[in-house]
């Protein structure tokens, strides 16, 4: 049996919504603007977007408010650049209840344990708000990443949709079709606040030993 990528679900999903004559409703997870960029200017053209932005695990509050205003200004530009009518979601920010549960795992290296438990935090979050809100889609930028393990990303955030029979997942691998490098160009171009280190204050101190 053919095993299909989380990128080529993703074309074939794609090809489905642009045989509809509307665009479907998407929550997307976005941890910051550096991330959302590319995917944003990708999805825009099939999906009526709005952004949820949950992100307590960054820290300190100043970075996470630094991170959401970035993200947008960027958003108003693509905006205001094609027409478009993206939205965006702010959760308040609730760090202490974050590290209660990422400090049991406080000393693994990113990419490990503590971060798919950070991911499933915040996809638990986005698939409930978007369940209740009726939205159509969810899915995440963070698949771009180059720290981020995609297949994980896919496997926990499509295992919580799964749980809500109006929601479909949208399966994601933004780091194909060259997305690294055109993300960076679109950093570089529009001279975006672009941070050093993930997020959680573990990560500052795994950026610091580096
Ligand atoms: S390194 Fe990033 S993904 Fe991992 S726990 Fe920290 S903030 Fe979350």
């Known amino acids: 049996m053919r095993v299909f ?3 080529q679900k993703f074309l ?4 489905e919504v642009k045989k ?3 665009k479907p409703s998407l ?3 976005s941890c ?3 991330c959302s960029c590319y995917p944003l200017l990708i999805l825009k053209d099939y999906f009526d977007i709005t952004i949820f932005y949950n992100n307590s695990n960054i820290y300190p509050e100043s970075e996470f408010e630094l991170r959401y205003d970035t993200l947008c200004e960027y958003v108003n530009k693509i905006n205001n650049e094609y027409d478009s009518n993206i939205k965006i979601i702010k959760q308040s920010y609730d760090n202490e209840s974050f590290n ?5 795992r406080k000393d693994d290296k990113e990419g490990k344990v503590r971060c798919f438990m950070c991911y499933s935090l915040r996809y638990k ?3 409930e708000y978007a369940s209740k809100n009726n939205f159509e889609y969810v899915c995440s930028v963070m698949t771009i990443s180059r720290q981020k393990n995609e297949e994980m990303i896919n496997k926990i955030l499509e295992g919580y949709a799964s749980k809500y029979n109006n929601l479909t997942y949208l399966y994601s691998n933004f780091k194909k079709d ?10 570089k171009e529009t001279k975006m606040y672009s941070q050093n280190y993930c997020g959680c204050k573990f990560s500052i101190r795994e950026n610091i030993e580096h």
Do not use: M, R, S, V
Request: net charge negative.
């Open 27 to 29: 929550l997307l997870h």
């Open 5 to 7: 990528t989380n990128y």
């Open 32 to 34: 910051c603007a550096p």
């Open 125 to 127: 979050e986005l698939c």
């Open 12 to 15: 074939k999903q794609i090809e």
């Open 100 to 104: 209660a549960i990422l400090e049991k």
């Open 20 to 22: 509809l004559d509307y």
């Open 178 to 187: 060259k997305g690294l490098e055109k993300a960076q160009q679109i950093i």
